[in-house]
């Protein structure tokens, strides 16, 4: 077995993909390979010895929810920023805030959010997020008109560079962000000190099986199930 052919094809195949890529999908690329059958291990030693190649360097090697992936060091971001036309798209105070309690808080109501904002939550700020794919429904909360429960999913990890959700910074890290309301944290602080699937009168979730949510480990449906004290949705 050849590491140092593992390495640069790895290394190929996660400059040309446009995607993160998984420890699975990069074994699965030697499938049909008779002379090189990595394991994970081997896989995985090779990410490493990239990433020690790659440092201090204009491209980080850097591990988000899907996978692993290229990208410019945030150093150099003004400068690779002109290779391209269009803008990044910039969002509402509104829109952030309700994503971040989404973050926080999930899974959770359309209404539970509004009661924590103060405010009204527009049903263009849940399109946008709904078709960025940054949240999902993930269930209904077992209540009256059985409202949908919103939660993160795998691409709004990998667009804001971060593997887990426990890698979302404390909120008490973030109150002096100019575009962030102070009392808003206060809120979620408060309500982050519940349980996140239980209300305090006892009412239950019913939660949709999808991969595509974010956990901070990956476990089996039951075990969240449990864990978490919610119902699985059964179709």
Do not use: C
Not at 58 to 66: D, H, K, P, T
């Amino acid at each position: 077995m050849s590491e140092k052919k593992i390495k640069n094809i790895i290394e190929a195949a996660l400059m040309v993909s446009t995607q993160p890529l998984s420890v699975k999908r990069l074994i699965n690329l030697f499938e049909e390979d008779k002379t090189l059958q990595p394991n994970r291990d081997n896989i995985k030693k090779a990410i490493i010895d990239l990433q020690k190649d790659f440092e201090g360097r204009g491209v980080n090697l850097i591990e988000v929810a899907s996978g692993f992936r290229f990208q410019a060091d945030d150093e150099y971001a003004d400068w690779v920023n002109h290779l391209f036309d269009e803008r990044p798209p910039r969002y509402s105070r509104a829109l952030l805030e309700t994503l971040s309690i989404i973050a926080y808080r999930q899974p959770i109501t359309r209404s539970e959010i509004e009661d924590i904002r103060g405010v009204g939550v527009s049903g263009t700020i849940t399109k946008t997020l709904l078709e960025r794919e940054w949240i999902k429904v993930v269930g209904h909360r077992d209540v009256p008109g059985r409202p949908e429960l919103l939660a993160t999913t795998k691409l709004f990890l990998d667009y804001f560079n971060l593997k887990k959700l426990s890698d979302l910074p404390p909120l008490e890290d973030i109150k002096d962000f100019d575009s962030i309301n102070p009392d808003l944290f206060e809120a979620l602080e408060k309500e982050l000190g519940k349980d996140n699937n239980q209300t305090d009168d006892g009412d239950t979730i019913s939660v949709i099986d999808s991969e595509e949510t974010t956990t901070t480990e990956d476990v089996d449906d039951d075990d969240v199930a449990e864990s978490a004290k919610v119902i699985p949705f059964s179709n």
